[in-house]
Each structure stands twice: as structure tokens, then as C-alpha cells.
């Protein structure tokens, strides 16, 4: 069934939200800039970490809403570094949701942001050599 898979999101855990009434569009749905924000949020939350410091979205290709979300889902952002330049990296972004009704898993969106490391005047900088403090899954 098209936006039902196999529950094996790709990547590091970095944000989980329970989609609330608030985030409603006036059709009752969950509005899809929620979710993308939802989204950059937690992909600025890897590339802080890859970047050692602020980081901006400078882009985002290929969005694609695959499921709806209901009010009262449990959503989890999934983010995988799929490309590093000098001083941008691409993140590939899955939320996936779990029903409050039925506990399954579906992909809702994905899409692959992509974000630049900036300097304190807000320029772009050189990323930062890879070691054991940019790999997000390291507490
Ligand atoms: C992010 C920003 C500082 C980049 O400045 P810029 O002058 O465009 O910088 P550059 O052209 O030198 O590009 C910097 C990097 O971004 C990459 N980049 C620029 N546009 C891109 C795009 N559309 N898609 C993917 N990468 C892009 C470049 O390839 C470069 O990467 P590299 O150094 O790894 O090769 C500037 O565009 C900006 O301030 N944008 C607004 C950011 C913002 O407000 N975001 C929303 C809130 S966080």
C-alpha cells in the first residue's frame, strides 16, 4: 500500500513530536508546513552537530508527502548525512509517524535538505575535519 512500509528508517533519531490540534489546517489535517518544519528542525539539529556551530538551510529538494498525519500522531525525524561540500552538507530527512490508533509505523514525508555551516557574521565557513564530535549518534 503506497506510504505503508516496512518500519526501517536510515539514520539518527533527532526530533520526535506528537502532532497536536494546534498544528491543523482548517481541513482538520495536519498542515504540511508543520511537518517540514518539524523536518528542517531536525536535520539544523545534525548539521549543528557535523558543523560544530550554527548552520543554515540553504535549500530543499525532492519534498514528498507519502501519508498523511493525524492529530495525535507520534512523529519521528530520521536524518542521514548523504553529502558533504566545503562548506554545505545534503541531509536526507524521513518522518515517519506512529499512529495513536494502530501501532504501526508509516513513512509520512522525505525529502533532502541542505544546509551550510556559517561563520559569527553569518558567511559561509569551512566545515569542520570529521572526528568522533560530529557523528550525531555519539552522546
Ligand atoms: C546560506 C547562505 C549564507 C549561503 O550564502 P551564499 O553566498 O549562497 O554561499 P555560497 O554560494 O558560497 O554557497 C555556500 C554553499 O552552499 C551551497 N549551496 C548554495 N545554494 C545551494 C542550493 N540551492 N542547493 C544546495 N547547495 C547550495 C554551495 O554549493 C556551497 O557549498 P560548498 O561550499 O560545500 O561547495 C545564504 O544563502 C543565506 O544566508 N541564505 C539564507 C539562509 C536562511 O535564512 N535560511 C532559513 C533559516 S535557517
Redesign the pocket.
Known amino acids: 500500500m503506497q506510504g505503508i512500509e516496512a518500519f526501517r528508517p536510515e539514520g539518527f533519531l533527532a526530533i520526535r513530536a506528537r502532532a497536536m490540534p494546534a498544528d491543523t489546517n482548517p481541513a482538520g489535517h495536519i498542515f504540511g508546513g508543520w511537518l517540514m518544519s518539524q523536518m528542517d528542525l531536525a536535520g539544523a539539529i545534525h548539521a549543528g552537530i557535523r558543523a560544530k556551530g550554527t548552520v ?4 530543499v529538494d525532492g519534498f514528498k508527502f507519502h501519508a498523511p498525519v493525524h492529530v495525535g500522531d507520534e512523529v519521528s525525524c530520521y536524518t542521514k548525512i548523504i553529502r558533504t ?4 552538507m545534503s541531509i536526507n530527512i524521513e518522518a515517519w509517524v506512529r499512529r495513536s490508533t494502530v501501532r504501526t509505523h508509516v513513512k509520512v514525508t522525505s525529502a533532502v535538505y ?1 544546509f ?1 555551516a ?1 561563520d559569527s557574521e ?3 565557513r569551512p566545515l569542520p575535519e570529521e572526528d568522533e564530535t560530529t557523528n550525531a549518534d555519539v552522546d
Open positions: 543554515a538551510t540553504v535549500a561540500g566545503r562548506t554545505s541542505h551550510v556559517l553569518m558567511k559561509p
